[in-house]
């Protein structure tokens, strides 16, 4: 049986192709298999780098490149491209496997020998300093750089030299290279990129072997980088990969990704932090299959509770573990929902009641303290005593006022006299007392009374609720919803809770320590680097919107994205500003006629974020009314055909091949409502506006190859640094 394997470069290509190229790339390699034992179908190219490189007729435009030995039966399909590409592809490239990983890379030999000469030495004229200058060539060596690279890397000084290499280097040199650039020790690179990989290789090069599969040096090289090469073991695995080419993640895992996510036990919380589209919902997911297979047979269903924010969060995270974990039983055993439900369950199962009140628009209860307030004759806003109850009574569970009188306001940027917190306290009665007698609540107060039920359970001798919890999205929590974990699963059991969270992507407003809520990560904290999702160019760019803004990692230190990357390049962000609104609607229609028309991307790939949902409604209607079909994301309905338009918030959790983010004007991004004003709390000030710049952050985020930023009148402050980056 012929080894057939798919490189995951391939895929993401793959799903680019019009649809009509895909269908024949599907026949061909369906009928690949038939026939290849005589290697038939491949023909070989004179003058070649490799000899193995072959190309494969897909139709009478284009063509494959596949890696085939001589003779062997191993083969791996590398590209699709129009003729004459494919075999000037073929021509120039060469497979090796690499000395440290025993991996299998591939390189642009040509352009790399041509560099050779033509990269300056560096440090000659005195003015530049290599950039590796720090790392021996022992060390080098031992991180599998090899002796065609080692010269080409002494005469590298600035990471900029090293990206624009990227495309003609092989990919793990790369990886290596770059975690050192970025300031990684050898011995740090060893550790997370070699030995990761090597172990990870290991292991499916020996499952491989196990499962009979022919072990040439090719077929082991494969085997060995699994995070690059899926083997598949006949035409039905082939087709299901290749119909849901975006889905490569439930095959491909980074080795730093398949360490923290296949780690057999944590002694204690654990957690993965990473820029946006790291994968970090990809690791959560692939830990909760992986907690679920370890469960012993006898274990309830709903053992597992993977558990994130809002409701449509929960609702992605339960579609992508339905692609992952197949086995029904397995999936039994993983109860998804997000934590408000999980929350207003607790408290009405308590009840015996299947209807609780509760006050889910934030307007509502913005306006009880505003009638409080003026009831009490307070000198306070509205938004004023809401944060304090939320920021400072509710998330320390004060329930006293002696106990607010004591009580630390770290983070709050105005003081408060002992006879100001009285005043505070006489509101928060009134407000709490109000909804009280008509049996209303908030989210908020159903978290901690759910936590307090299922305390109290535990101590009557109950179990508590699930063996292990993860959560995804875990930055956006607020100190309630943190209670609720805690109490629904043995806090100090092995793989307790895990947590999967990005402090740049916080956009509710809840900033928690997790030490303070007694979790400790130590020794279990894990940072995943390489974006998945977005070209280089959209990374890079969104990156410097948030450029020298401290943004603190939950854990009593800063994160960072300076050593955040991504692993392809494209097209750089479009910005496009008009002096009306009508002049932003019609460039946005064009540019996504541009890009369902001419670049055949389908509308349902075309993704639009608005700041406020109003202005998401008048873009439909343009879009619909030049023929384009286009859905307004409500919070509930299954879409409609048509672009995808959403706020910003509602558009987490989500991607899409194009993304336009509109609107970004002066006053609506940042929202001046949702601003607390500097004179009333300039701590809470800055803390909104580094809220709605990371809301903007996310949703230019959700871009994986075309991003298109617009706004009408003046433009939005916070598109200065990136605009000045280039
Ligand atoms: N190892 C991988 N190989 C291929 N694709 C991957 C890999 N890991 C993740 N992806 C893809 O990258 C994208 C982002 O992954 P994911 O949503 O898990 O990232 P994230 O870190 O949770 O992002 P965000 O914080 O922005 O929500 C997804 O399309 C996912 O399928």
Known sequence: MPTLGLHKDFLREFAQLEKKVRTKVADAFDKFEHSSATGQHLEKLSHGRDPRLKTIRIDRFYRGVVLAPDGGDSFLLLKVLPHDDAIDWALKHRASVNTATEGIELRNDIALEQLGPGLAKVGADGTARPLFGHVSDADLTRLGIDAQILPIARRLDTEDMLDALRPILPEHQYDVLFGLAVGMSADEVWREIVQTQLAAGLESAADAAGAGAPQDDLAAAMSRAQDRIALVSGPAELMDLLERPFDAWRIFLHPSQHRIAYRPSYNGPARVTGGPGTGKTVVALHRAAHLAAALPDDAPDDAILLTTFTRDLAAELRRSLHLLVTDPEQRRRIRVVNIDALASEVLRGDRNTDRLSILTDQRDVTARWGRIA????????????????????????????????????????????????????????????????????????????????????????????????????????????????????????????????????????????????????????????????????????????????????????????????????????????????????????????????????????????????????????????????????????????????????RLKGLEFRCVAVAGVSEGTVPMRNALTPAEVDAQQHQEDLLGELSLLFVACTRAREALHVSWHGEASPFLAPAAAGG
């Not at 179990?463 to 919803?481: I, K, M, N, Y």
């Not at 962000?573 to 369902?596: C, F, M, N, Y």
């Open 374 to 649: 003026r009831r009490l004759e307070l000198d306070r806003t509205a938004a004023f005593l809401d944060q304090e109850w939320r920021h400072v009574i509710l998330a320390q569970g004060i329930g006293t006022a002696e106990e607010y009188l004591k009580a630390s306001r770290a983070g709050r940027g105005t003081a408060l006299g002992p006879l100001k917190r009285a005043q505070v306290w006489r509101a928060v009665t009134a407000f709490t007392e109000e909804l009280r007698s008509t049996d209303t609540w908030t989210f908020h107060q159903v978290c901690d009374e759910a936590a307090r039920i299922l305390d109290r359970r535990s101590a009557g001798g109950e179990p508590r609720l699930f063996r292990h919890v993860l959560v995804d999205e875990a930055q956006d929590l607020h100190p309630g919803q943190w209670r609720l974990l805690r109490a629904a699963t043995e806090i100090g059991r092995p793989d307790d809770l895990f947590l999967a969270g990005d402090p740049h992507q916080r956009i509710y407003g809840n900033k928690v320590s997790l030490r303070s809520m007694g979790i400790s990560v130590t020794g279990r904290s894990h940072r995943l680097r390489i974006n998945y999702r977005s070209t280089h160019e959209i990374v890079a760019w969104s990156a410097a919107l948030l450029t020298g803004e401290a943004v603190d990692d939950m854990d009593g230190g800063d994160d960072r994205l300076s050593d955040y990357r991504s692993a392809f390049h494209g097209s750089r962000p479009v910005l496009s500003g008009h002096p009306t609104k009508a002049g932003e609607l019609d460039a946005l229609v064009r540019q996504i006629r541009t890009w369902t028309d001419d670049s055949a991307v389908p509308a349902e790939e075309v993704g639009v974020a608005v700041r406020f949902v109003q202005f998401g409604k008048d873009i439909a209607a343009a879009l619909v009314r030049a023929g384009i079909p286009a859905t307004v994301l409500g919070s509930s309905s299954v879409p409609a055909a048509g672009v995808r338009i959403g706020t910003m918030h």
